[in-house]
T-cell receptor, first 110, second 115 residues
Framework: ELKVEQNPLFLSMQEGKNYTIYCNYSTTSDRLYWYRQDPGKSLESLFVLLSNGAVKQEGRLMASLDTKARLSTLHITAAVHDLSATYFCAVDRGAQKLVFGQGTRLTINP | DTAVSQTPKYLVTQMGNDKSIKCEQNLGHDTMYWYKQDSKKFLKIMFSYNNKELIINETVPNRFSPKSPDKAHLNLHINSLELGDSAVYFC??????????????FGQGTRLTVV
């Protein structure tokens, strides 16, 4: 059974700092997604990573995928308060099923 | 225009009642899903439909029954509600041939509280 684990689950950081969220998964997959969820809101798609070595960047967020290590990272550069949210990675198990990590609740303090 | 819309947004009901949540997508997608998010924010798939056909039916009590009248709609009926059914239910959709490129689009969620 595919398991997806994120760490850390909670992250409190100061504005201006850099940090990385890790997403490990247990079985082979070449498709990984990152989503953002604000409190009480829906999930917003951030990145779709489709192949080994894929790297995508949007503003202060950068995501990468290493399929051999079964690891994806979401790197935050010079964090700002607006990035406070819960971030989920999700791995495509096939047959139209996404398996989600537990989520990382990120709080950025001024 | 809302891409994936669910109604109602909030639903408070008593144990034992039967309730429905409706979902509609205007993206022209051929696959729709129901996910459950529990109090710890953990998201788990419940059902997946492709062109009105059931594809995924995870281990969900048979009190939960999805119904897809057409490609753009996937409703969730829940019978004999229990306290443990309290959660946020998300509808989502994707286009099978573009699933690799776009992933799934999610509705705003329905917060179900069973009292």
């Amino acid at each position: 059974e595919l398991k997806v684990e994120q760490n850390p689950l909670f992250l409190s950081m100061q504005e201006g700092k850099n940090y990385t969220i890790y997403c490990n998964y247990s079985t082979t997959s070449d498709r990984l997604y990152w989503y953002r969820q604000d409190p009480g809101k829906s999930l917003e798609s951030l990145f779709v990573l489709l192949s080994n070595g894929a790297v995508k960047q949007e503003g202060r967020l950068m995501a990468s995928l290493d399929t051999k290590a079964r690891l994806s990272t979401l790197h935050i550069t010079a964090a700002v308060h607006d990035l406070s949210a819960t971030y989920f990675c999700a791995v495509d198990r096939g047959a139209q099923k996404l398996v989600f990590g537990q989520g990382t609740r990120l709080t950025i303090n001024p | 225009d809302t891409a994936v819309s669910q109604t109602p947004k909030y639903l408070v009901t008593q144990m034992g009642n039967d309730k429905s949540i409706k979902c509609e997508q205007n993206l022209g997608h051929d696959t729709m899903y129901w996910y459950k998010q529990d109090s710890k924010k953990f998201l788990k798939i419940m059902f997946s439909y492709n062109n009105k056909e059931l594809i995924i039916n995870e281990t969900v009590p048979n009190r939960f029954s999805p119904k897809s009248p057409d490609k753009a709609h996937l409703n969730l009926h829940i019978n004999s509600l229990e306290l443990g059914d309290s959660a946020v239910y998300f509808c989502a959709s994707s286009q099978e041939r573009l699933r690799q490129l776009e992933g799934a689009f999610f509705g705003q969620g329905t917060r179900l509280t069973v009292v």
